[in-house]
């Protein structure tokens, strides 16, 4: 356990960390000398991916990874066979590619890529710092930045657990651990995820060579500039003032806001790149469909509503899904019971009910909320729809007792 | 001048001898003569401890270490004629075994993090992983299993020359350190029969044969095998 | 750096509480929750509730061989806006009580405040009908995983009464773990006063 989170800051450091000047592309197959800092960065990465493979979020399905492995290969061409690639279930838009091959691409990236463009676009940016060797500059940046906080090492470390693992919990009972007998296994490169992240110019950098990447392998290169556009927007969704103001901190790029002349210049790269109209919207939709609910339902866990409705705004924006995605909605606005919000709720539950890919659960919200709103015939008549639909639910008999409320109640 | 100085780091190296902290359950059973130990390859972790406090991972001291203490571990298992035989923990991470691995480690976190907090726990070590563990022992083969772990990380020597420095304005750097735990479990019972915490001394470098062997030693000293 | 301090200022916190020594001994027998909820404990349990990060104050927790291995979270009467678990940032909300939640909404809260502890892929099964002493509720199974992949199963008790709401919830490792203990907290469950 405790080895697994320790390999786990080293991958959030190896997401942080990557680049060189562009005149350093690796090679590739090649492995660095374990005597070497890159050695021991890569020896680092390899006990991040053992980890990674034994989470409990890592996603199995088969056709998922293999679409996903084939999208990583086209950008990564000829470095394909250096590279391992795992899908995990994780809400926040992210992906990274370790210095050892090893790539992580999360749920939350693949639901918010409009299309395979803007999705290849995006694996085609995290490699490039994977090219480029990164991580070697970041790591010796921070090195010196570490100084600062020779007085503050433990405190630092405590950070480093916390931002490493993704905590928004500190994770409760382990960061106790942590926190007391075990300060000094927070050896390697916990410190470094505090501080560790790619220089603007790295990332300028890598986000020229990923459309450039994309282009290449037969996508339409506009579509970069398109994905960082709906980061942005997105952010500025949030139901949170200081969520809005960070600009992109759901983004990997937290500490580097996406600055306007970073879209200027994708846009501006754009015509002088094998010019395509492939974008793969229809391939990448029915590749991610068969896990919208699930992910809908995790990104529900992160409870920024305004963020997820405006994420079900863009999925819903080309027609398909709407049992499924008016579901959420109904959801969102449920969860987040705002002024007005539950007869916003209402009408997505409505909206999702006249579809055919309409999870059953809307009825019986539909009825709660009809129920709360003291319209008795409308509860009853959904309420029976769901006991009609889902006679076998393990909670009919909830449904059940609902109902009898209302007929006492009437 | 340079008397002082060599009188702090010395004070500073003095601070950190080999330490070991045992904990065992009541009247352990020791392993019969020829009993099977799963040793779990030891989780080693090595890192250069710069000046300015950041931990360089080194994969090559980290390789040295973990061959060296499984070295140590097999000929101290040979020398008490047990059968030994090595874990890697990567290939038993699925099914029940790999339920019993990732048990193992919520375990052994919890007698290191709270082995002495818990009023639940005082005055009894009976650490467990439940019945579960035959099947770890079915499908290793195995009687008894031994998980090792061990990190640390080694001044440089422009973080000495800081600690030399910060020492002498009353300011304490820490100038790296080495660990294990070790943890012994009856497969049969899945009871915890004995957990070490060791705290390695300078001359106990697992990077170097006689130090891993030091550190081997330091560790199973109290062990019922 | 200003996130940073953020960020470091609770770890500091379960760093001290952690340092000195705050678990306490709950032992056999009556154990007030708060002001209005009361259980029988069938043997001695730890209170960890003063380490536990995103502690509510109506909210104890027992466990014990320490949080990993089991844990038995007991409230007092929430009232809408209370916590489970506390969020600690504003940007990363838990769920919260609210004064009209549906007997669905009610497990939701608890499932969810699984998930905001961390746990993944959490799920709930068979909801049948329960009562924390004279107030009507539900009790349901509950299976999730460790970040690490532990597989970890749960039992709960939620009911409402007087506009409040009484959670009881055991988690532990399926492996062992569970079964060892779920005799005692399902009597624990069963000798709940509440209101």
């Known amino acids: 356990m405790r080895g697994s989170r320790l390999a786990l800051i080293a991958a959030a450091a190896a997401l942080a960390v990557l680049p060189q000047a562009a005149q350093a ?24 991916e053992a980890a990674a493979r034994t989470k409990a979020d890592v996603n199995h399905d088969p056709a998922l990874n293999a679409y996903v492995r084939g999208v990583t290969c086209k950008v990564a061409a000829d470095h394909c066979p250096d590279l391992r690639v795992y899908v995990l279930d994780r809400p926040a838009f992210n992906a990274l590619v ?13 639901l918010r890529s409009t299309d395979e463009a803007e999705f290849a676009y995006v694996l085609g940016h995290e490699f490039s710092h994977f090219a480029q060797n990164h991580t070697l500059v970041a790591y010796n940046a921070a090195k010196s930045r570490a100084n600062v906080a020779l007085a503050a090492k433990v405190a630092i470390a405590v950070v480093g657990v916390a931002a490493a693992s993704g905590a928004t919990t500190a994770s409760e009972a382990q960061s106790i651990m942590d926190a007391t007998g075990n300060l000094i296994d927070v050896v390697y490169l916990a410190e470094i995820a505090a501080f560790f992240r790619f220089s603007r110019e790295q990332e300028a950098e890598a986000d020229l060579l990923g459309q450039k990447r994309a282009a290449i392998a037969g996508y339409d290169a506009r579509s970069a500039a398109q994905s960082w556009r709906s980061v942005m927007a997105e952010t500025q969704a949030s139901d949170f003032k200081r969520v809005r103001e960070s600009r992109s901190r759901t983004s990997v790029f937290e500490s580097h806001p996406l600055e306007a002349e970073r879209i200027a210049a994708l846009d501006k790269q754009a015509p002088s790149l094998p010019a395509s109209s492939d974008r793969g919207r229809e391939r990448y939709r029915a590749a991610i469909r068969p896990h919208l609910s699930a992910w809908l339902r995790d990104d529900l866990r992160r409870r920024d509503f305004g963020q997820t409705l405006h994420l079900i705004d863009r999925l819903a924006a080309g027609g398909e899904d709407l049992g499924v995605l008016n579901y959420y909605r109904g959801e969102a606005y449920r969860l987040r019971r705002g002024d007005g919000d539950l007869g916003r709720a209402r009408d997505a539950y409505l909206a999702a009910a006249a579809q055919p890919d309409t999870p059953l659960a809307a009825w019986r919200e539909l009825g709660d909320i009809r129920k709360r709103d003291g319209d008795a015939a409308g509860a009853r008549a959904a309420y029976e729809t769901y006991l009609a639909k889902a006679p076998q639910a393990e909670d009919a008999w909830l449904v059940q007792d609902s109902l009898t409320s209302l007929d006492k109640g009437s | 001048m340079k008397r002082l100085i ?17 904990q065992v359950m009541a009247n352990p059973v020791k392993p019969a003569a020829g009993a099977r130990i799963l040793v779990v390859d030891p989780d080693i972790q090595l890192g250069l401890l710069t000046a300015s406090g950041m931990t360089e991972p080194k994969a090559d001291w980290t390789e040295q270490a973990r061959a060296n203490i499984a070295a140590q571990l097999e000929s101290e298992m040979k020398a008490r004629a047990h059968a030994y035989r090595l874990l890697d923990p990567d290939d038993a991470m699925g099914g029940r075994s790999g339920q019993l691995m990732r048990l193992h480690g919520a375990v052994s976190a919890s007698i290191q993090g709270y082995g002495y907090a818990l009023p639940t726990k005082k005055g009894a070590f009976d650490w467990t992983l439940g019945e579960g563990a035959q099947a770890l022992g079915a499908a290793q083969s195995a009687d008894y299993a031994l998980f090792v772990r ?42 915890v029969v004995w957990a070490n915490f060791t705290i390695a001394g300078p001359n106990a470098d697992m990077r170097e044969t006689a130090g891993a062997s030091a550190l081997v030693k330091a560790l199973l000293k109290d062990a019922p095998l | 750096m200003r996130n940073a301090l953020r960020a470091v200022l609770p770890a500091l916190a379960v760093l001290s509480l952690a340092a000195c020594a705050t678990i306490t001994p709950a032992p056999a027998g009556p154990l007030k929750v708060g002001s209005g909820a009361n259980v029988t404990l069938g043997r001695q349990w730890s209170d960890i509730s003063l380490v536990m990060p995103g502690r509510h104050k109506k909210v104890r927790v027992l466990s014990i061989d320490g949080p990993l291995l089991n844990r038995l979270y007991l409230t007092d009467g929430l009232a809408p806006g209370d916590y489970l678990i506390k969020p600690l940032a504003k940007e990363r909300p838990t769920p919260l009580v609210r004064a ?27 909801p049948r009908p329960a009562k924390l002493g004279e107030a009507s509720g539900v009790r349901f199974d509950v299976s999730a995983q460790t970040a690490e992949g532990l597989e970890i199963k749960g039992v709960a008790a939620v009911a409402e009464t007087g506009g409040k709401i009484y959670v009881i919830l055991y988690l532990a490792p399926a492996e062992h773990y569970f079964a060892a203990t779920l005799p005692e907290a399902e009597a624990v469950m069963a000798s709940a006063r509440v209101g």
């Open chain 3, 100 to 126: 009209d939640m549906s007997a669905t909404e009610r497990m939701e809260f608890v499932t969810d405040s699984i998930s905001a502890m961390d746990y993944q892929r959490v799920t709930l099964a068979k």
């Open chain 2, 150 to 191: 061990g990190v640390g990380s080694y001044a440089s020597g422009g973080r000495v020359a800081t600690a030399v420095g910060m020492a002498m304005l009353g300011v304490s750097v820490p100038l790296g350190s080495q660990q294990c735990f070790v943890t012994l479990v009856d497969l049969k019972t899945g009871r």
């Open chain 1, 25 to 48: 592309q690796r090679a590739a197959g090649l492995r660095p000398d374990s005597t070497s800092l890159e050695g021991g960065i890569w020896g680092s990465a390899d006990k991040a």
């Open chain 2, 6 to 22: 060599a009188t702090l780091v010395a004070c500073m190296l003095i601070s950190a001898c080999t330490t070991t902290h045992t």
């Open chain 1, 98 to 110: 370790a210095p050892n091959g090893y790539v992580e691409v999360w749920s939350g990236l693949m």
